[in-house]
């Protein structure tokens, strides 16, 4: 008898060990993620598409990842960051232009009345836009990104900007890139707002990174060239522009792609329609408490086509409430 | 006496294995390039920007290099190559369109006069291209390029296409790469005339493959997305345009820019006006007799402003008939 239960303890201690060692070997790649049908999606994907000799293997080359920017790697509320940062400049350049105190949507920025400013819809945020991102040459155009995102904060979290990203998809896109995904933002947003700082906060080169983009001129000034961004739209990549400007980004279809809202809808579809495994990821914004909680009536990153078509055709959806377990990572100021 | 010899000897003998070991240690990575400037040039700017702790180093994510294709990684004599699939096509497409045996440029090229159908210039090259690059889907396109590059020829040495490539710059890129140099494709062509085949051919995948192209609009067809080409130009990545695609497509200024014609000349230009170390380098076809010789008369791949200003800014200008041992690589047929 003494024996037999030495017999058992010894299993039971070898046992203990393989796991403790197991686990030790594998740490969880995805800590900040709760256990749920959206984090065991993810990874037995990663599993199926890497595992060398199974039938849905996939080559390293066609590993293609696209993330959705605003509202699905870093938070896209009251509004889009990059407004935050176009009214910004309206501040900085009012000065040199007196005409914009009875000017609209200067007049209103300049009170303040963010709301009155862009009542005035698309022509409004329009003219808002060429104003701040246009008439300076793409470097100094990144100097100003730069500075702004290295000190500009959010007016209800007091976060950078940059610490309003989200910890659970900073750890998917490098347990992606552990994988040998090649990670890439396709996003609405301006790709030259993106670029200067994509690198350091997610590790996504700007090469990267496609996004929506004003018309850029090549200029000899003084015998320095120099590219003049215009004030003129060039591509943007939104809805059935993303599908477009993955192709002409990318040039491969990815088999990976996360978003969302409707704007994503088109990229998703896009990448669900190739050949092979695929995995279509949708974050739907249920967590009024930790961040917050919209989708079909929201103006900005509304999602009501996309989780009707995510729900039919079984792409995992995000609950951001029950599946993650932190949204920010750790203030660094 | 005798010991001072067999010391001396020792010396010798251990000076010869240390040469022995350290060319052993260091195959040369241009074997296909012949000692001189061109060759010294490029090694010596590699070993400057990747030497750790000297003043000229350059991280490796910004070690960006950028090749023309045409003219510079493979031929474009007598007319670029692309033009030969577009006439493929034609032919392929003719039984079709009746109207073509009497309609320009269609009438003189299915008639085997390739000189008189582009005697109509660009406007006759536009609707070349047009008819034969659009109206169809993107994933319908590239299976057509396949079929073709995979068996077509060219017609005066009855090689494949892509046997036409520079063994010379085939080393180069290879070399970069272990360098870790980022290679990108800024080119004239048709990006997606490209993007099958170059990884296979040059080790440049898709997504760092900029060049010309056509608007691609998104369809539902039978639910299914797809992307079609449409008969308009979107972008013409040559001349003033290279620059704004490298800044659109890549989003770093390149260190180092490979070109062989005028139409390179801003590409080379942008990346001289860069901070910190530089390569600018410009292919001279002056080979008859192994290829073409070629400059500033030419039609095709000009280079007469671009050799100028090389000469005067101290680019490094590659002599083809005297810095290159081999020209093309082995007939893989």
Redesign the interface.
Known sequence: MKQDISGQLLAVLALLLVVGFASAAEPDPLPSWREGVAKSSIVAFVDRVTQEGSGDYVAP?QR?ATFDNDGNLWAEQPMYFQLFFAIDRVKALAPQYPEWASQEPFASLLKGDVKAALAGGMPAINELIMTTHAGMT?DEFAVLVRDWIASARHPETGRLFTDMVYQPMLELLVYLRANDF?TFIVSGGG??FM?PWT?AVYGI?????AGS?VV???E?RDG??V?VRMPEIRFIDDK??K??GI??????RPIFASGNSDGDL?ML??TA?GQGPRFMLYLHHTDAEREWAYDRESHVGRLDKGLDEARERGWTVIDMQRDWKTVFPERRD
């Open positions: 080359a293609i793409t090649k790709i030259e670029r690198e080169p700007p090469e990267q990174v983009s850029t001129e090549f000899l320095k060239p590219l059935e522009g599908p477009v192709n002409s980004h990318i040039g491969r088109q579809q896009y329609a």
